[in-house]
């Protein structure tokens, strides 16, 4: 089984930029979907964006044209690039195969001036 944590939250301004990352273990990494997740106080978790196999990317509408996600299999590593951060960006964000009912610790993102 893959063990996926998360890093790289904290707390920026609005406008500003952070990039996560989502490291996991086992030599078969590179042969799953992976994808970032968030959940808001209140609110349900949502897919905020997901990669393929074969690198190709799909993303939640309200992300598009300001997070960017992509994988290093060489590192089993996954990455989500974030930048021109709202503050209804803040959540707690989870990585994950899709499908997968077991979720880590997450990493905390909070937009706030």
């Known amino acids: 089984q893959v063990l996926l944590v998360e890093s790289g939250g904290g707390l920026v301004q609005p406008g500003g930029s952070l990039r996560l990352s989502c490291a996991g273990s086992g030599d078969i990494f590179s042969t799953y979907t992976l994808a970032w997740y968030r959940q808001a106080p209140g609110k349900h978790i949502e897919l905020v964006a997901s990669?393929?196999?074969?690198?190709?990317?799909n993303y939640l509408d309200s992300v598009k044209g300001r997070f960017t996600v992509s994988r290093d299999n060489a590192r089993n590593t996954m990455y989500l690039q974030m930048i021109n951060l709202k503050p209804e960006d803040t959540a707690a964000y989870f990585c994950?195969?899709?499908?997968?009912?077991?979720w880590g610790q997450g990493t905390q993102v909070t937009i706030s001036s």
């Open positions: 994950n195969i899709p499908g997968r009912n077991s």
């Open positions: 990669i393929g196999r074969n690198g190709i990317a």
